[in-house]
């Protein structure tokens, strides 16, 4: 910094606390003309939690997740005080920050609660995780690459997943949305060790076909709709075609009213355009488009989408909803690579989101019961990405 006038303005803004200093930024981000505003974005998005320290990085997530000021993730009172700073067992060392609370007298970290907690590797070795994962790396090659074990690398992967569908059920899709439905073949795998579970069906030759051609109840349906900047939402939905109430079940609710819906003139599109105030184009796939009112953009996600799955070699139905939130993050979303892994150490480290390896054997991604009519629904509680099993 060598313009004295800067360095003084710089020495000011210093002096204020953090919270007037974002307030600031953002005017001054305002008050710059549109080429200078394209030149900030630019330099401002090669920020990346990769580049900081061990110490910087405890700092940023302490920041983010403590932001409506500290609270206990015990019991969520308040009084809260530093309780010094101890290397744990993960980390020798680096010393992390504890806190107490004055209510219930436990103490806490910055991870606890969060996916984090209760894992025998440190923050950076999460960090490097989610490099990985933005990455879409094998679980052999991220193992490789952050030190740990293959098992304790399949746990991480679905940890981080399971915090990727929890933000995908806050999306609302905006603008011009394409919905359709597509689907994969049932896969049980997963579902034989320590359990009596029995195949429903008699079980397929490794590399053979389904039994029957075409939509069929062996093969889940996942509905899908997407819009033009990057937006999207997937959940498996039921076996075979998709009902009004399996559209209903992943998109009632989940588009702004107002927005204009492309389908492919579906029955159960018409119903849900009406009941959410959407103008309706319903279009005959490759044959008809009007203008800008197309699906064509569902139609490439569809197809980036089977190649993402087969690249894993068969995923299991009930980790299917997980596949689908990593492909939106991964592949849809607009954000860039750097931008993506800030949002993922960011969000799945200060989150309270405790998901433990064990949690993946009592999850499956298919409703147990969608409801039969729209009232009903509504009155449920919003789509939640992975449903308990009885
Ligand atoms: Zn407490």
Known sequence: MQDAQIRKVFNEFCKLDKEKQLELLLHLFAALSPTLKARFTRRIFSFSTLDLTKGELEEFLSEERFAGGRSCPHCGKKHVIRNGRRTSAKDENTKYQRYLCLDCKKTFGITTNTIAASTKKDLYTWQKYMHCMVEGWTLRKSAEYCGINLKTSFAWRHKVLDTLCKIQDDI????????????????????????????????????????????????????????????????????????????????????????????????????????????????????????????????????????????????????????????????????????????????????????????????????????????????????????PLE
């Not at 492309?262 to 008809?288: I, P, Q």
Request: with cysteine.
């Open 172 to 387: 609302i899709l905006d603008g011009i949305i394409e919905a359709d439905g597509t689907f994969l073949p049932v896969s049980y795998k997963g579902n034989f060790s320590k359990s009596d579970f029995k195949l429903p069906r008699r079980a397929r030759r490794r590399g053979g076909d389904q039994h029957t051609r075409g939509i069929s109840r062996e093969q889940v349906c996942i509905v899908t709709a997407v819009n033009r900047s990057g937006k999207s939402i997937a959940m498996v939905t039921n076996y075979g075609n998709p009902t009004t109430m399996a559209l209903r079940y992943a998109l009632d609710r989940r588009i702004e009213p107002g927005s204009n819906l492309c389908t492919d003139g579906r029955a159960g599109y018409k119903h849900l355009a009406k009941e959410n105030g959407l103008k309706h184009h319903a279009l005959v796939s490759g044959k008809v488009s009007f203008g800008i009112y197309h699906i064509q953009t569902i139609n490439n996600y569809h197809s980036q989408f089977g190649k993402f799955i087969k690249g894993f070699n068969g995923v299991a139905t009930k980790n299917l909803n997980h596949y689908c939130a990593w492909h939106n993050f991964n592949n849809f979303a607009k954000e860039t690579p750097d931008e993506k892994e800030s949002i993922l150490v960011n969000y799945s480290l200060s989150t309270d989101r405790k998901f433990l390896y064990a949690d993946t054997r009592k999850y499956q991604s298919m409703p147990k019961r969608i409801p039969d009519t729209l009232e009903e629904l509504r009155k449920m509680h919003r789509p939640q990405a992975m449903v």
